[in-house]
């Protein structure tokens, strides 16, 4: 088609603009091409992807290996519905739970559908295994999450956006201040015994990468297992080697799969993971648990025509295997303490950045203005000028994310990137 092809970023934004619902608001660049760490518009110009679509792209964009797979499914079978059994899903259900260590699976498509079985899974759990009243279970969230955007999941966001104007809202949540051990221990205290759930993200990624102390989610685990509360980690954006391990709440921990043995190892009683589980290809999400708990769920309770199709099933089994074959998680951690090393030198050196959390390569620097001030948009409009390409969130943050692909000669040029252009700002008044 020659004339889609001849039409210019400029234009192609103008048709986003006329005929789309305006709930984006993207940095003005207009991409055609991936290829691993790096995107091209539709100009030519070649960017480094500093965001991974939200930590969905770990395995860089277009994998070979990923789009193969796809390819060949694509041309076999790709979608039955759960009405039949087909060849993929049963393979993938058992390379998955070995994977991840837990008895059984639940796939999904979206990231907020796998949060939405979730707090079913966990609220069915409270009736019929642990004997909450009918109707009175409790799920205990935290300040300032993100889990999606159902009408049930933006009933306990804290973001006016998010939840402005989209009531009735959704009974049965009550949020604490993330990383606030002391009040989750006072609120299961007084209402333990209505709490089914326990839902956490290890690492706020929405939020602006707020990363709890190191004590937060173990402790967490623990105060969940002493009042018979399920604790259920989102691990949709921080999974999946993100951080440095292979979830984020492993902690610390090296070893390629989440096991029992690692010491710093948190084992969620439900895992949901979503985003880089297909790398970026397809969507593809899952809630994992042991079978005591999946067992609550039985014909008829649950269900997507999607979820588990055998597309799903091959692209997801082979965007695993990459993770481990690639050493992704080894990389993201060598490279983001390297990472925040160079942004220090930046917090130390010029008065434009305030400071630089993360973990593994899921980072972010704090800019040193209002939040409602347009600086870190400002800064990322001449990031991408520059080649790299970064989203606020919050205003005065900037998250940082390549795909987990990235070398360390890649990742300095990047810093070097980001030191020009902040460098730029802190000359002007
Ligand atoms: C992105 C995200 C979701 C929602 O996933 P979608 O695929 O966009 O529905 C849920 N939880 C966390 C932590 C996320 O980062």
């Known amino acids: 088609m020659s ?16 005929y789309g619902a ?3 608001h993207p940095i003005p660049v207009v991409l055609s091409k991936g290829d691993g760490v790096y995107v091209w518009d539709v100009e030519g110009k070649k960017y480094f992807d500093f965001l991974s679509a939200y930590s969905a792209i770990n395995q860089g964009h277009c994998h070979p290996r990923i789009i193969s797979t796809l390819k060949k499914q694509a041309e076999e079978l790709t979608l039955t519905s759960r009405a039949f059994y087909n060849d993929q899903l049963g393979k993938y259900e058992k390379y998955i739970t070995e994977y991840f260590g837990f008895d059984k699976v639940l796939p999904m498509n979206s990231g907020a559908e796998a949060v939405e079985t979730a707090i079913k899974i966990c609220r069915k759990w409270g009736y019929e295994k642990k004997g909450i009243a009918h109707g009175e279970a409790l799920i205990i969230v935290c300040g300032e999450n993100f889990h999606g955007r159902t009408t049930t999941i933006i009933s306990f966001s804290s973001d006016p956006d998010a ?14 201040p993330y990383d606030d051990i002391d009040t989750l221990g006072e609120v299961f205290a007084q209402q333990g015994k209505y709490i089914a759930g326990l839902l956490v ?7 602006g990468v707020n990363v709890p102390g190191d004590d937060f989610i173990p402790r967490c685990a623990q105060l969940c297992a002493e009042h018979n509360i399920l604790f259920i980690a989102d691990e949709i954006q921080t999974g999946i080697a993100r951080t ?18 690692g010491a710093t190892y ?28 999946m067992e609550v769920i039985t014909p008829g309770t649950h269900g997507s025509t999607y979820g588990g199709n055998p597309l799903a099933c091959a692209v997801a089994m082979t965007a695993l295997d990459v993770v481990v074959d690639e050493k992704l998680a080894q990389n993201a951690r060598y490279l983001g303490a390297i990472f925040r090393e160079r ?18 390569l899921l980072n972010a620097i704090l800019i040193n203005d209002q939040p409602s001030s347009s600086t870190a948009w400002d800064i990322c409009i001449q990031l991408a000028e520059n080649g790299l390409l970064a989203k606020p969130t919050h205003g005065n943050i900037i998250r940082f994310a390549p795909p987990l692909v990235i070398s360390e000669e890649e990742l ?12 730029n700002y802190s000359d002007e008044p």
């Open 266 to 293: 948190t084992r969620p009683d439900i895992l949901i993971l979503g985003k880089a589980l297909s790398g970026g290809t397809y969507p593809v999400s899952a809630v994992l648990a042991d079978d005591s708990i």
């Open 201 to 207: 993200e290890p690492i706020q990624g929405e939020a």
């Open 244 to 261: 440095g391990s292979l979830l984020a709440v492993c902690g610390n921990c090296t070893c390629e799969h989440a096991c029992e043995r």
């Open 412 to 423: 300095h040029q990047c810093c070097d990137i980001i030191e020009k252009v902040l460098s």
């Open 22 to 24: 305006h709930n984006y």
């Open 343 to 360: 942004m220090q030198i930046l917090v130390e050196k010029y008065n434009i950045v305030r400071s630089v959390r993360g973990k593994g």
């Open 163 to 176: 939840r402005g104007n989209f009531g009735p809202y959704t009974p049965g949540f009550v949020s604490v």
């Open 3 to 18: 004339i889609t092809t001849s039409l210019s970023s400029q234009d192609l934004m103008h048709y986003e603009d006329r």
